[in-house]
């Protein structure tokens, strides 16, 4: 199989998730595989102690914390948990759940967005807006058929 060494899981710039923090499950998993899935603990659950990591900076866990809240993801005291089964093999599995946990922390520890500052509509917009509407409804007005008799 070669190297069996699981990659650095990046979560944005020069931080990742450092291995010795992550806590690896293995157990039996449903789904396709035949009696193969009878014998081998392929399913995987990744945990992160999210709360007592000092790989990620403090404002980072703050608001990791803050929006995986209500997700359900977290458990306990800001334990989060990722799990994968979608694999028959467990390294896959391995490589998917790590994958999944680096892109969950990624989207939880992106900076706000920035706050839309509201402009001044220029006034040639809306006077050309009235001014189509006119238009509009001077052809509706000339359909109707008043004038005919």
Do not use: C
């Amino acid at each position: 199989m070669g190297d069996m060494s699981t990659p650095p899981y990046v979560i944005r710039g020069s931080v990742s998730l450092p291995e010795a923090e992550l806590v690896w499950r293995f157990t039996r998993s449903s789904g396709p595989g035949g009696q193969h899935v009878n014998t081998s603990d392929t399913q995987v659950e990744l945990r992160f102690d999210l709360a007592g990591s000092d790989a990620l900076p403090e404002v980072w866990k703050e608001r990791a914390l803050e929006r995986l809240a209500g997700t359900g993801r977290l458990v306990g005291e800001g334990v989060v948990v990722v799990r994968a089964s979608e694999h028959r093999s467990q390294w896959r599995n391995r490589e998917a759940a790590g994958r999944r946990m680096a892109a969950l922390l990624a989207e939880a520890t992106a900076p706000p967005p920035r706050m839309r500052r509201k402009k001044k509509v220029p006034r040639g917009v809306n006077e050309r807006r009235l001014r189509q509407k006119k238009q509009r409804g001077d052809i509706k007005r000339g359909r109707s058929g008043r004038d005919w008799s």
